[in-house]
């Protein structure tokens, strides 16, 4: 089975701090994807990468970054965490190809920005 | 890009009955729709999928048809229970540059009423 983690469920952090946010996959996916999900808003991209060192922006990437230096690893940053960054946070991976677009996502990582 | 929109955003149902929640697709090259449910707690987990060349497809007490003329998906869920409230989100596949991503809709929540 596909597995993928997420360094943390829960965290609190205060304004202005810079926060991490770590997305492990062990299924050699080349494609990862950041969500944030919000009531009402359903699941939205904020960035995704398809091979290693590789980013693109997705919906709505401003006060975010990314980094993807190893495969199996991709890193949320907020570079000041803001309040309306409070958030729940979803990674998922999947596989590059036709018929290999199922994502599989992580349990999730709820942020509360104080 | 893609838009996904989905109906109706919550959706009651006694025990035993059927569930039925519908989706509209913008873009006519997406080809691969899936379905995803979450339950509290919990990441989006695959509970089926239909690619463009199928027009329904079922997996014991769920199924989903598509409608490629009319641009719309839906998931069919059969005696319900009470494990099935969650969640659910509808999702199509675009094409970005050649790779996939997936426009998620907004979710519905289902409650199953014993």
């Known amino acids: ?114 | 890009g893609e838009n996904v929109e989905q109906h109706p955003s919550t959706l009651s149902v006694q025990e035993g009955d059927s569930a039925v929640i519908k989706c509209t697709y913008s873009d006519s090259a997406s080809n691969y729709f899936p379905w995803y449910k979450q339950e509290l707690g919990k990441g989006p987990q695959l509970i089926i999928d239909i690619r463009s060349n199928v027009g329904e497809k079922k997996d014991q007490r769920i199924a989903v048809t598509l409608n490629k003329t009319a641009k719309h998906f839906s998931l069919h869920i059969t005696e319900t229970q009470p494990e099935d409230s969650a969640v659910y989100f509808c999702a199509a596949s675009t094409t970005y540059y050649g790779n996939n991503r997936l426009a998620f809709g907004k979710g519905n929540q289902v409650v199953v009423i014993p």
């Not at chain 1, 997420?6 to 990862?32: A, I």
């Open chain 1, 1 to 114: 089975d596909v597995k993928v983690t997420q360094s943390s469920r829960y965290l609190v952090k205060r304004t202005g701090e810079k926060v991490f946010l770590e997305c492990v996959q062990d299924m050699d996916h080349e494609n990862m994807f950041w969500y944030r999900q919000d009531p009402g808003l359903g699941l939205r991209l904020i960035y995704f990468s398809y091979d290693v060192k590789m980013k693109e922006k997705g919906d709505i990437p401003e006060g975010y970054s990314v980094s993807r230096e190893k495969k199996e690893r991709f890193s949320l940053i907020l570079e000041s965490a803001s309040t309306n960054q409070t958030s729940m946070y979803l990674c998922a991976s999947s596989l590059t190809g036709t018929s290999k677009e199922t994502q599989y996502f992580g349990p999730g990582t709820r942020l509360l920005v104080l």
